[in-house]
């Protein structure tokens, strides 16, 4: 897909999207429940749409409607014909997953290349020491051993994702499991919601400041919480924040969300009084839009961005890349990165770098400069609707689905 932007100056009112980080959980959880649960507000983006294919290959059945997921689980995974789960390109279906497959089965996880290059060495050598095998290719994984409780260690600079995998997989385990950080986490936003979601579905797990959380075996996920089974996605604070920064009236997210990109609005308003030193380490995915917007304004430095490099593209080089179309240098180093500003008009056609979240932060600065995008249907994997999204708020745009690249 290619989209053509002519300079514009943004203005109205758009909703955000749902949550897609919510959705995944709500989804897991419910997918282990023995009953049906009511999921409102979900967006069959390509990433969830890899979720309920896994869970359904999984045993559970899931009814999609005009933005309802009907989820009818088991109480547990069933493992009765050997299955292939694809996870197509999505690391949080896939690490969320993991730790619930280990039951004794061989399961295989296939996928892109691009998501198996991510990392999951945590997993290799934590499950390692437990017997559990992996078996490794470009295109996918298979795993074959039983998950017992115990004592798990993490170091603090690793994904929340594998965290999240194991909280979902420990409480329904007959013993009592510790999951222990050696350094503070990073992404803990990302925890405290996998605890939160947990906690909606009847399931215990303590966490002690930032080194460890206790999780208690046996327990039964619930599918009537507070005397409802139904929930409701509330608006995705991460997607939003290109919204809030093409300058646009954002409704339907919570002010008060547990979602760490929230911190989006503080860190826009920094930039906007001037060049501002930013700290992304609990919420990476507002590394691009930032860079976007800092290019836009006085420059800034990001700190905090190591695992930029380990997300659909390295997102910091994806933007330096595409930055300096625009005029605009960038120096990475480490762990921080530094941008310049002056943003103009692109010196040639950009690259969306089959990463959603560059498509939506180089569509920020077009929307003011105007330039094409290419490769810009990436952004199906999160917010598909995003460029209906903002068609009616005075930007100017051509859409050429017809060109794939």
């Known amino acids: 897909m290619r989209v053509t932007f002519f300079p514009s100056e943004p203005r109205g009112q758009v909703t955000a999207p749902p949550s897609k980080s919510l959705a995944h959980r709500y989804l897991i959880c419910a997918g282990k429940t023995e009953g049906t649960t009511v999921i409102e507000n979900i967006d069959m983006s390509d990433d969830i749409s890899a979720t309920s294919e896994c869970l359904r290959a999984l045993g559970t059945d899931i009814f999609v409607s005009e933005g309802k997921a009907e989820v009818k689980?088991?109480?547990?995974?069933?493992?009765?014909?050997?299955?292939?789960?694809?996870?197509?390109?999505?690391?949080?279906?896939?690490?969320?997953?993991?730790?619930?497959?280990?039951?004794?089965?061989?399961?295989?996880?296939?996928?892109?290349?691009?998501?198996?290059?991510r990392p999951l060495s945590v997993y290799e050598e934590l499950f390692g020491k437990h017997g559990i095998r992996f078996e490794k290719t470009a295109e996918s994984l298979r795993v074959d051993g039983v998950l017992r409780p115990g004592s798990f260690e993490f170091p603090?600079?690793?994904?929340?994702q594998f965290v999240?995998?194991?909280?979902?997989?420990?409480?329904?385990?007959?013993?009592?499991s510790r999951i222990i950080f050696t350094a503070p986490p990073e992404s803990l936003s990302y925890i405290r919601m996998t605890l939160g979601v947990?906690?909606?579905?009847?399931?215990?797990?303590?966490?002690?400041?930032?080194?460890?959380?206790?999780?208690?075996?046996?327990?039964?996920?619930?599918?009537?919480?507070n005397g409802s089974s139904n929930l409701r996605v509330e608006g995705d604070w991460s997607n939003a924040a290109f919204l809030f920064a093409m300058g646009l009236d954002v409704r339907g997210v919570n002010e008060d969300s547990i979602q760490g990109d929230r911190k989006c609005l503080e860190y826009f308003s920094r930039l906007d009084e001037g060049p501002a030193r930013l700290d992304i380490t609990d919420c990476p995915d507002l590394g691009p839009v930032l860079m976007a917007y800092a290019a836009m304004k006085s420059g800034a430095v990001l700190t905090g961005t190591e695992r930029l490099k380990f997300k659909e593209s390295d997102r910091g080089e994806s933007m330096k890349a595409e930055l300096s179309k625009f005029g605009v240098s960038t120096d990475i180093r480490n762990n921080s990165i530094e941008i310049g500003y002056g943003a103009k008009a692109p010196s040639e056609t950009l690259s969306g770098h089959n990463d959603h979240r560059i498509v939506m932060a180089l569509s920020v600065i077009c929307a003011r400069t105007g330039g094409t995008i290419i490769g810009a249907e990436a952004v199906r994997k999160s917010f598909p609707g995003f460029f209906g999204c903002i068609a009616g708020t005075g930007i100017r745009m051509e859409i050429d689905d017809g060109l794939d690249q």
């Open 73 to 117: 689980g088991r109480g547990c995974f069933s493992f009765d014909n050997a299955p292939e789960l694809n996870c197509r390109e999505s690391g949080s279906t896939l690490r969320f997953l993991i730790p619930s497959c280990l039951c004794g089965y061989p399961v295989s996880f296939t996928g892109s290349q691009t998501l198996f290059s």
């Open 156 to 160: 603090g600079n690793i994904s929340s």
């Open 164 to 176: 999240s995998g194991l909280l979902f997989a420990l409480p329904s385990l007959p013993g009592d």
């Open 198 to 225: 947990l906690s909606d579905f009847g399931v215990k797990a303590s966490m002690r400041g930032d080194s460890s959380i206790d999780i208690p075996g046996g327990q039964i996920f619930s599918t009537r919480v």
